[in-house]
């Protein structure tokens, strides 16, 4: 029996690099494919449960922002890294490799390129990172997250393929749960997170938005809210103080299932949060990253935003006011929930796993692929 084709995954930093990842090893183990993980020393920590026979920390670092000093020294770092992974992938030997955006990702990717490996990229935003920009021309297939994306066009879109953002298990299973409007018990439920790194505007803005509807509104709220270990006791306080019944944690582990039980989810627009915002079916109020170079986030949450599915708020118009007006206009007219939720849900791909193992598959010309 001959051995199992070998896929070597490249993903660091967030969580948002590292879902995808794991959903589609997933995928690809289920076909009898081994998986092998290449990230950054930092996300080889808390990257021990992913569904990987072996992970190989390797040097990274964002030579971006900072000092010249700062940027040649992570060129440095970068360069270390590179060749690192090409002892690692001449040791491994993998049939492919894909890789997930982020500057960790790019010492395998440029080693596997460098060595005539098959290199599949993954871009989950509506604008190529500038690390995938730095890899796609060397690549062999792009795979994208959204049907249109800023930065792949000409050459690069002509090997471009659309999957979708691949979404763990327990999205899809939280998919299951309907989207449900009692209005005549009149509870809204509101979700507010702020992706996987938190954001402090959220405690900021939320809890005082909230506290400053009408008593008989403040009543009507159940609120769930992911905030900062140093923001959850004030968060806490402010919600309990108004009068309104709310969870606040630091972290949920369960966080699809507390999406599938919201009316509406109040977050940032990271490539998984609206991902999963799809598959499940959720209304939403985004509030973009500010201040990043690519401004990703704002093409995501325009993605849904386009198809009536969500509200997007930049971060300088997100403030407690603001936000009161819209919480109250949905309470009193509750009918845009409904539509949105369906418009989300009409955008989301759950099988967009399934089909990033089968464009690997195919590109790699994989020995278990090669039935179906």
């Known amino acids: 029996m001959s051995a199992p084709s070998l896929v070597l995954l490249a993903a660091g930093g967030t969580g948002g690099h590292l879902f995808p990842a794991q959903a589609l090893a997933t995928e690809l183990a289920a076909r009898g494919v081994a998986i092998e993980l290449a990230t950054d020393e930092r996300a080889a920590n808390y990257a021990k449960e992913f569904p990987a026979r072996r992970i190989h920390p390797l040097p990274a670092a964002t030579p971006s922002g900072g000092s010249p ?72 297939a792009i795979a994208t997250g959204f049907a249109e994306v800023r930065g792949v066009e000409g050459k690069l879109a002509d090997k471009a393929t659309h999957v979708g953002n691949p979404v763990r298990a327990a999205v899809i299973a939280a998919a299951a749960t309907p989207f449900r409007w009692a209005a005549t018990e009149g509870v809204l439920r509101v979700l507010v997170f702020g ?52 969870v606040v944690e630091p972290f949920f582990s369960d966080l699809p299932a507390r999406m599938a039980e919201s009316h509406l989810v109040i977050s940032r627009s990271g490539a998984s949060t609206v991902a999963e915002l799809g598959v499940i079916g959720r209304p939403s109020i985004l509030v973009p990253l500010p201040g990043a170079i690519d401004q990703d986030q704002a093409a995501n949450a325009e993605t849904l935003m386009k198809i009536g599915a969500a509200k997007l708020l930049p971060q300088s118009e997100f403030i407690p006011r603001r936000l009161t007006q819209e919480i109250e206009q949905l309470m009193n007219d509750p009918a845009w929930l409904t539509s949105a939720a369906a418009a989300a849900k009409s955008a989301g791909i759950p099988d967009a796993a399934a089909r990033l193992a089968a464009l690997v598959g195919r590109v790699a010309r994989l020995a278990e692929f090669k039935e179906s």
């Open 69 to 140: 000093l700062k940027k040649l020294g992570a060129l440095f770092t970068l360069g270390r890294g590179v060749l690192a992974a090409r002892g690692m992938i001449g040791k491994t030997r993998p049939d492919a490799i894909v890789g997930f955006g982020g500057y960790p990702t790019v010492p395998p990717m440029l080693a596997g390129s460098m060595l005539g490996v098959t290199t599949i990229l993954h871009e989950q935003n509506g604008v190529m990172g500038r690390a995938n920009k730095f890899l796609a021309g060397r690549a062999t």
């Open 195 to 246: 992706g996987s790194q938190g954001a402090r505007v959220m405690s900021d803005v939320a809890p005082a938005a909230l506290s400053a509807l009408p008593p008989e509104m403040r009543a009507r709220l159940r609120v769930v809210q992911q905030a900062r270990l140093e923001d959850v006791e004030r968060v806490r306080h402010r919600y309990e103080d108004s009068g309104i019944e709310a």
